[in-house]
T-cell receptor, first 112, second 114 residues
Framework: GENVEQHPSTLSVQEGDSAVIKCTYSDSASNYFPWYKQELGKGPQLIIDIRSNVGEKKDQRIAVTLNKTAKHFSLHITETQPEDSAVYFCAASSNTGNQFYFGTGTSLTVIP | DVKVTQSSRYLVKRTGEKVFLECVQDMDHENMFWYRQDPGLGLRLIYFSYDVKMKEKGDIPEGYSVSREKKERFSLILESASTNQTSMYLC?????????????FGPGTRLTVT
């Protein structure tokens, strides 16, 4: 089955700096890669996703890149703000089903 | 607005009790999922269902069962709760999409088994 690894597990940045979270996956059949943000006391919420026919996707301060050959994808947050502090999860999914395989999460703290 | 609701935010049960966690979605989604979330382990899939009365085991189904009698409702059952089932339980739903589709999560139920 699929194995998704996520690094780092914790990340602290100064407000205004950039944050990068990286994930690797093992199953070459995976073709959908969402990123979820989980704030305290809430369920995870999708913030951006990318499909395997695309190398990069941006949405304002958030971007995701995908390298299919190396089987890794990354989340980039620029100009971080305190409200970006949360736990972020990457995931991978394939056409063969609707099951997601999640990374172990990154706790991001943005220091004002 | 899309909504996934879970029956309880916090639950405390005793070892050996039968526990029901309920999840309801209002988006007419085919797929529903139950995960447990533990520090350092991320989200692990317990069971999922892609249709009424259909269920598939996830990565950690032992000690759990599920029921889906109606499309909007997916129940997780702990037949005999044990302390190692103390965890955060998250329900999610998605429409059936061949190329992957967004999962919408409920707020979670924090279960403590004493």
């Amino acid at each position: 089955g699929e194995n998704v690894e996520q690094h780092p597990s914790t990340l602290s940045v100064q407000e205004g700096d950039s944050a990068v979270i990286k994930c690797t996956y093992s199953d070459s059949a995976s073709n959908y890669f969402p990123w979820y943000k989980q704030e305290l006391g809430k369920g995870p919420q999708l913030i951006i996703d990318i499909r395997s026919n695309v190398g990069e996707k941006k949405d304002q301060r958030i971007a995701v890149t995908l390298n299919k050959t190396a089987k890794h994808f990354s989340l980039h947050i620029t100009e971080t703000q305190p409200e970006d502090s949360a736990v972020y999860f990457c995931a991978a999914s394939s056409n063969t089903g609707n099951q997601f395989y999640f990374g172990t999460g990154t706790s991001l703290t943005v220091i004002p | 607005d899309v909504k996934v609701t879970q029956s309880s935010r916090y639950l405390v049960k005793r070892t050996g009790e039968k526990v029901f966690l309920e999840c309801v979605q209002d988006m007419d989604h085919e797929n529903m999922f139950w995960y447990r979330q533990d520090p350092g382990l991320g989200l692990r899939l317990i069971y999922f269902s892609y249709d009424v009365k259909m269920k598939e085991k996830g990565d950690i189904p032992e000690g759990y069962s599920v029921s889906r009698e109606k499309k909007e409702r997916f129940s997780l059952i702990l037949e005999s709760a044990s302390t190692n089932q103390t965890s955060m339980y998250l329900c999610a739903s998605s429409y059936y999409g061949g190329q992957g589709s967004e999962q919408y999560f409920g707020p979670g139920t924090r279960l403590t088994v004493t």
